[in-house]
């Protein structure tokens, strides 16, 4: 079920962007003079795409963002054509396996679609925004890139906090009802009223009417404390319906079953605990003397 419209004129992307030149990258390294004082996109490449969409999935509650998007972007082999950097993501450096380093960041990848209508751009990172108006900025640097993309429909990804024990739900909220209706028919339910969507993947559906984006907002229910693949293949299942897109996702069933086996393990260490502090109530409840 088709749920994007066409585009009917390309608009030019540009090299600079936020006012930075962009550098030139040599052997997977980025090289040039430029400066991480407010974010920006370098892009790697550049890309002709047939009325893209983008998926955005960053860490969040239960992880369900950036696993739902990375294992999209690894079945799919999607390319990786740009970055984000950000002087609002956290303060500290990966190292790699060889002793390399580089700073934290966002990736967007691009995925050509031989058999519809919709290309997509896929974008997830190591880390969200740390302080309020970094969240408000990298939120509006994705939408602005997604604009130069010719993007018209941006689908965010996250967790909803919930104890569940079932087949996690997926909440759908939109900024235009059609898109929710097609949400809903792909088996998403709607937002309890007054629900708080924090982060970029609810700050994006807030500025995206401001671009004349549409956005959509996928959450799969999670516990949240873990990281949970079984709340990203409920999101991906309504994702790929939305999208008209084959994607096999057996290959998180694996992961689902480890997650659920750290859960049950921790579940007994808990409940462990708890006897132990009743019984150490009870041997000081023995202890206490009363003197008339």
């Known amino acids: 079920m088709p749920i994007l419209r066409r585009i009917g ?40 795409l047939k009325n893209p969409v983008m998926i955005e999935g960053l860490p969040g509650l239960g992880l369900v963002g950036k696993i739902a998007t990375r294992y999209l972007i690894k079945q799919l082999k999607a390319q990786k054509f740009a970055h984000l950097y950000s002087p609002h993501f956290p303060y500290f450096v990966l190292v790699s396996k060889k002793g390399s380093v580089r700073l934290l960041r966002g990736t967007f990848y691009f995925w050509r679609n031989s058999m519809g209508e919709n290309d ?8 969200q925004a740390q302080t309020i108006e970094g969240q408000y900025e990298i939120s509006n640097a994705i939408l602005d890139f997604a604009k130069r993309q010719n993007v018209k429909t941006v689908v965010t990804i996250g967790g909803y906090r919930v104890e569940t024990k079932d087949k996690p739900k997926v909440i759908a909220v939109a900024t235009s009802q059609s898109l929710l209706n097609c949400a809903l028919k792909a088996n998403a339910i709607l937002s309890p009223v007054g629900s708080p969507i924090v982060g970029t993947a609810g700050l994006i559906l807030g ?47 694996e992961e689902i079953a480890k997650a659920e086996s750290m859960v049950a393990r921790l579940q007994k260490i808990e409940e462990k605990r708890a006897l132990q502090a009743e019984e150490m109530r009870r041997e000081e409840d023995k202890k206490i003397t009363y003197i008339s």
């Open 9 to 48: 004129s390309d608009t030019p992307s540009s090299k600079v962007f936020a006012g930075r030149q962009i550098p030139q990258v040599q052997n997977g390294f980025e090289e040039g003079d430029f400066e991480v004082k407010e974010t920006f996109i370098k892009e790697l490449m550049k890309v002709e």
């Open 120 to 127: 997509l751009i896929l974008f997830t990172g190591d880390s």
């Open 207 to 253: 500025l995206a009417p401001f671009k004349k984006i549409d956005a959509l907002c996928l959450l799969g229910e999670t516990r949240g404390y873990l990281p949970d693949p079984k709340a990203a293949k409920s999101v991906l299942e309504v994702l790929i319906k939305l999208l008209n897109i084959k994607v096999d996702l057996s290959g998180l069933d």
